[in-house]
């Protein structure tokens, strides 16, 4: 029997190999997963020593390739190269703690990856996944810098020689040339605004903040709209969080897919037409109404395959007969105590760990099978002495 735990293993950084494994790195915990559909069997590969040990989205975007998981970071200080054949891991350092800068990703050739800011900054970079380094690419938003700056700038489209990128909760756009670095900017054709941007190619695809619809654009110019929910006057504005019903869309080796909630069906665009499969909602494991379940996409062998965000269920859809897979994958036991020994034997005591990055039920149960005494008494509050007491077969 594969062995779980109560930690769900969640992602928001994988890529597929070539044999159509899955790699991810966990969004709670300093972890790399190796993930095979077919058996649905979860491994535990290997931790990134430069970061650390217990930190949520340390990276958000996985690349692939000859051999290699290229890992963008978030709030990981380097990218990371990790090698599959030797296990070896290669740390290119990009960000400094007072200087946090995260980025899209747009890969535009085999080995070449354009990181664009997310948050307002002057400078973009050119990852060569080949050696391994990269160029940086100084540029200003001239006269347009008053609608970026305080934005989130957002998007993994590629047209051509172009990236695009939406100026989130505006209906603003624009494109950045990869050679020229010129950048021209765009007004969307309705008043609503955009969240983020996709792209087959040949169209882009701005998604509504009211997680209603998405635009069809050829470059600058308005085509049409594909309504996923009735429209309603709501959708002039973005709405909170909670509310929507699709968080995003992606584009899937041609099959633009639209990243649902919960408790509404999938929809994708798919051989000229819109396709929808219902979810059984119950067999998805701690997704609440309130958080996205799913951020990773994936096309293998005829099948989209949506990776946990906020669940603990991969979700498998078969794009011929649209019939539904779940696999509850989490964190097993023996791996996640491991990463607590980690932790509690670096020298450094100033690791804080936050409700929302570990529970105190999963730290407790971790903490069994730790040599006693398994804390130490620094600055404790009078809650935290109870802890601690307890923790050290003081107190009952």
Same mark, same amino acid.
């Given at each position: ?230 429209? +309603? ?9 909670? /509310? &929507? %019903?699709?968080?995003? $869309? #992606? ?89 607590? +020994? ?9 690791? /804080? &760990? %936050?409700?929302?990055? $570990? #529970? ?37």
């Amino acid at each position: 029997m594969r062995e779980t735990s109560p930690y769900p293993l969640t992602t928001q950084c994988a890529c597929m190999d070539d044999e159509g494994r899955i790699w991810m790195v966990s969004n709670m915990v300093n972890g790399l997963f190796c993930l095979d559909p077919d058996t649905g069997k979860t491994e535990y590969v290997t931790s990134f020593e430069r970061e650390p040990l217990f930190c949520g989205s340390l990276y958000t975007k996985a690349f692939w390739y000859k051999g290699k998981v290229i890992c963008i970071p978030c709030l990981a200080k380097n990218i990371a190269f990790y090698d599959t054949v030797t296990g070896e891991i290669r740390y290119l350092p990009i960000r400094s703690e007072e200087y946090l800068v995260y980025f899209n990703a747009v890969s535009f050739a085999e080995e070449k990856v354009l990181l664009f800011p997310v948050i307002y900054s002057s400078f973009a970079y050119i990852l060569d996944l080949e050696r391994e380094s990269y160029d940086s690419i100084p540029f200003t938003y001239g006269e347009n810098s008053h609608q970026a700056e305080g934005r989130i700038v957002q998007g993994e489209a590629l047209c051509g020689e172009k990236a695009y990128f939406v100026i989130r909760d505006t209906n603003r756009f624009f494109s950045f040339d990869i050679k020229t670095h010129i950048m021209d900017f765009f007004q969307g054709a309705d008043h609503h605004p955009f969240v983020t941007m996709t792209s087959d190619g040949r169209y882009l695809y701005p998604f509504s903040a009211d997680g209603r619809s998405y635009d069809i654009y050829d470059g600058g110019t308005y085509i049409t709209t594909r309504q996923l929910l009735p429209e +309603k006057e709501a959708g002039k504005a973005a709405v909170p969080y909670e /509310q &929507l %019903k699709y968080i995003a $869309c #992606s584009c899937v080796e041609g099959a633009i897919v639209n990243m649902p909630m919960r408790n509404v069906k999938l929809q994708f665009f798919a051989d000229g037409c819109m396709k929808n499969c219902v979810l059984d909602w119950k067999q998805i494991r701690m997704a609440d109404a309130k958080i996205q379940a799913f951020a990773v996409c994936f096309q293998r062998r005829g099948k989209l395959i949506l990776l946990p965000y906020h669940s603990s269920t991969v979700v498998e859809v078969d794009l011929g007969d649209a019939s539904v897979r779940y696999l509850d994958i989490s964190i097993c036991s023996s791996v996640l105590n491991g990463l607590f +020994k980690k932790l509690w034997e670096q020298p450094e005591h100033n690791i /804080q &760990l %936050k409700e929302e990055s $570990c #529970s105190l039920q999963r730290y407790l149960d971790a903490l069994e099978d730790m040599p006693s005494p398994r804390t130490e008494q620094d600055v404790l509050q009078t809650n935290g002495s109870r802890i601690y007491n307890i923790l050290n077969g003081q107190e009952g």
